[in-house]
């Protein structure tokens, strides 16, 4: 018989999961520089590389609406852990085996993004299914998960660096692939439920036709930009646009900024039956607007940093948040719903760190530009947070 205990080993390996998605998704945006030195890719390519991690993202997510359920959660999270390790393997390989070595680079990426893409949609309606108290604050505490993450990778690749030079990226690439090859044999044996039984599903044509529905799209889609634009271009902004170090730009960047994303998820774990979500989102939305406009604008290095890294507090409720409000609104939307929020999440991650690139391009590298450019995802979303707020009160 399965008992609580072991469903907490479940949550285990989907927090874990979490981890392999941040290395995914923040190891190689701190090679950016190392990419364009080493192999002579110009910046506008060099863009190219989040934008084909998170559209393959989004390709799997849309795949995945419709095969998951029919596959079952166990070997889909498997496939997940394998091609993540398969993926970053490949990336110390293919770059200098292949003519191309721009094509190595998004061949490996292309890989380990299937699985990261598989894990974004998997573990949400996972921990949803499993029967433990508490679900809104697990389901915060798991997208916590991906902060700590995302902050392990910047802080280990950053003291790795420091302490042999990013010269070996190689060998770290290799070390951070042995945690989804690990947390593979934990998917093997923990135990998985069903979020909802197929005959019980809303559907996915009933799904498309509730207009909510695509107000919850929308407001993924920012929130995925509005965060994916500062997580992958903060690394290149600080060492470039605001002249620190590449050590200090890395820690007083990204990885504060996830730390920050972090405390604010856990904030959000702990129940408070008074808490309005949507309003707590509204606010945290245009205090992201501010923090793009403080990094970008400042003239002050030290208040472009603290715009960077107060950026991760304000976007860390945003997407978990999101979720928790389709929850509510969708409680019958099943994997369906998990897959189609992490699609326009994908979308978003997509547009965003495009729209850095081509904007800084197109002002000959200026990294300010482009991240000035990314605000605007911050404003849409505050409006259609009013919208879903005016919508919910009638």
Avoid at 114 to 137: F, H, M, Q, R, T
Avoid at 287 to 302: D, F, G, I, R
Wanted: overall charge positive.
């Amino acid at each position: 018989m399965t008992t609580q205990k072991d469903y907490r080993k479940t949550l285990r390996a989907c927090y874990l999961g979490y981890v392999t998605q941040a290395i995914c998704a923040n190891f190689v945006p701190l090679l950016f520089l190392t990419f364009a030195a080493d192999y002579g890719i110009p910046l506008e390519r060099i863009a190219l590389i989040p934008t084909v991690f998170f559209l393959t993202q989004l390709l799997v997510d849309l795949a995945a609406a419709r095969f998951v359920d029919r596959l079952g959660y166990r070997p889909a999270m498997v496939l997940a852990h394998g091609t993540a390790a398969a993926g970053l393997a490949l990336l110390t390989v293919l770059p200098d085996r292949l003519p191309d070595a721009f094509g190595g680079i998004l061949a490996a990426v292309m890989v380990y993004a299937v699985g990261s893409g598989l894990i974004e949609v998997l573990v949400s309606p996972i921990v949803e299914a499993c029967p433990l108290d508490n679900k809104a604050g697990r389901m915060s505490l798991l997208h916590s998960f991906y902060c700590w993450g995302a902050a392990a990778v910047v802080l280990g690749s950053t003291m790795f660096f420091a302490w042999f030079g990013v010269e070996h990226w190689r060998v770290l690439t290799l070390l951070w692939a042995l945690v989804p090859f690990g947390n593979l044999f934990a998917f093997l044996r923990c135990p998985l439920a069903r979020l909802v039984e197929e005959d019980q599903s809303l559907g996915i044509g009933r799904l498309l036709r509730l207009p909510v529905f695509w107000l919850l799209v929308l407001l993924m889609a920012c929130a995925g930009a509005a965060e994916s634009s500062m997580a992958q271009w903060a690394s290149a902004f600080t060492e470039s646009a605001l002249g620190v170090s590449k050590t200090t730009g890395d820690l007083a960047g990204p990885c504060l900024f996830a730390l920050l994303m972090g405390l604010a998820r856990l904030r959000y774990a702990r129940p408070d039956p008074r808490r309005d979500l949507a309003a707590n989102m509204l606010g945290s939305g245009a205090l992201c607007l501010v923090c793009y406009l403080v990094a970008t604008l400042s003239p002050v290095p030290a208040v472009g940093l603290a715009g960077c890294a107060l950026c991760g507090w304000a976007v860390g409720i945003l997407w978990p948040g999101t979720l928790s409000l389709a929850a509510r609104t969708c409680p019958t939307g099943g994997t369906a719903l998990f897959a189609f929020l992490a699609l326009a999440g994908d979308l978003g991650g997509t547009a965003g760190p495009l729209t850095v690139g081509l904007f800084s391009g197109a002002a000959r590298g200026d990294l300010r530009r482009g991240l000035l450019a990314a605000a605007l995802f911050s404003l849409v979303l505050v409006a259609g947070l009013s919208a879903l707020r005016r919508t919910r009160s009638h």
